[in-house]
């Protein structure tokens, strides 16, 4: 079992799995809302909000080299699973803080940079506790402490009323159970023998709520948190699992609808459970499957493919230096590396559901 188990963890990891010094506030960060003040934007989870703190830990999850970054502000890569900016910068942008959000990891943080949103969020993380031996990556126990202890240092700061202001009216997002569901679950050998899918995104849900209770007992009142995508119809499902034709995976996403239509109703039952909150449930499966499936709508030429290598599988180490292709025009693509989208994607996203959600967090 034990060697099943290690190349399980190599064969996930390796084959399929799922900063720089952070910039300055300046004045060309013009807000897109402008009916509340919101102090910062505070990041936890996976990969679709990580700036970059798998840099410093030991884990083979990591995305801090050529090409990733290559269309970022400097075009460094910074740990960010993306071409460019991800939705905890668009965060950031929207609501007019700064451009680019740091990793909370980052050994050059500045006092502003605390001030104004940081990132806790580590690729590859997930909720089961079988995600994160797997991928060897940051727990959301982990992810807490890390908050507790920047709660610590905001206070050393700015002090202590100040700092519950900041954790009170800033908004906090969270973005988890991707690597629960599309990898723990359906692609490792051990979670379907010890659970269906409806009792597995029940005890998936059951963790989230207790995150979302532990950050508010920490101070947080705007917690917004991400549905899951469409993730049976990234690339790389698309290629080992989609057929000929290469279609969604149509099991993979009614995993991802049962654990959504679960974390609707329990983000519903946490508002009124906790006095003054604003918890928000971001929904954006719908949203970025029209994107893929509707993707000439949207300004792009490839809904299935991914820039990022020949085959649709690469990402991580498979997607570096030595990879085969690059695609030229990094617009044209829904999709970045074989499960992560492409900055535009992101952005076209996390605006459209702004637009619609920013409200709720006043």
């Not at 399980?8 to 799922?18: A, E, H, M, Q, W």
């Not at 990580?50 to 970054?69: E, L, R, W």
């Not at 009124?272 to 499966?285: A, C, M, T, W």
């Amino acid at each position: 079992m034990m060697k099943l188990f290690t190349f399980v963890k190599s064969f996930y990891f390796c084959s399929f799995l799922v900063l720089y010094h952070p910039f300055a506030v300046t004045a060309t960060i013009k807000p897109l809302y402008k009916n509340y003040s919101f102090p910062a934007v505070i990041a936890f989870g996976d990969s679709i909000v990580d700036t970059g703190n798998n840099n410093y830990i030991a884990t083979i999850v990591k995305s801090n080299f050529k090409p990733y970054g290559k269309d970022f502000i400097g075009g460094k890569p910074t740990g960010r699973f993306c071409n460019g900016r991800i939705p905890s910068d668009y965060f950031l942008e929207y609501v007019g803080i700064k451009e680019a959000m740091p990793a909370y990891l980052d050994p050059n943080l500045s006092t502003e940079d605390l001030l104004t949103g940081v990132c806790f969020a580590s690729s590859g993380a997930g909720y089961d506790p079988l995600t994160i031996e797997l991928a060897s990556v940051l727990s959301a126990e982990d992810q807490l402490d890390m908050f507790k202890e920047y709660i610590g240092k905001l206070k050393v700061a700015v002090g202590e009323n100040r700092t519950a202001e900041i954790i009170a009216n800033s908004i906090i997002i969270i973005s988890m159970g991707t690597n629960d569901i599309a990898g723990t679950y359906y692609l490792s050998p051990f979670r379907k023998h010890q659970y269906d899918i409806e009792k597995y995104t029940t005890m998936i849900i059951s963790s989230n709520s207790k995150f979302v209770e532990d950050l508010y007992e920490l101070g947080a009142r705007r917690i917004g948190v991400f549905s899951l995508s469409p993730v049976g119809c990234v690339p790389l499902q698309r290629t080992i699992k989609g057929g000929i034709g290469r279609d969604c995976v149509e099991n993979i996403n009614d995993g991802a609808l049962i654990f959504n239509s679960k974390l609707a109703t329990s983000l519903i039952d946490l508002s009124k459970k906790l006095p003054d909150s604003r918890v928000v449930y971001l929904e954006n499966f719908s949203l970025l499957y029209d994107i893929i499936i509707n993707h000439n709508k949207y300004g792009f030429e490839n809904g299935d493919g991914s820039c990022c290598g020949i085959a649709n599988i690469e990402l991580g180490p498979l997607c570096s230096s030595f990879t085969l292709r690059v695609c030229p025009d990094t617009t044209k693509y829904v999709f970045w590396d074989s499960y992560h989208p492409t900055e535009k994607a992101y952005k076209i996203l996390v605006t459209e559901i702004l637009n619609k959600k920013i409200d709720e967090f006043v």
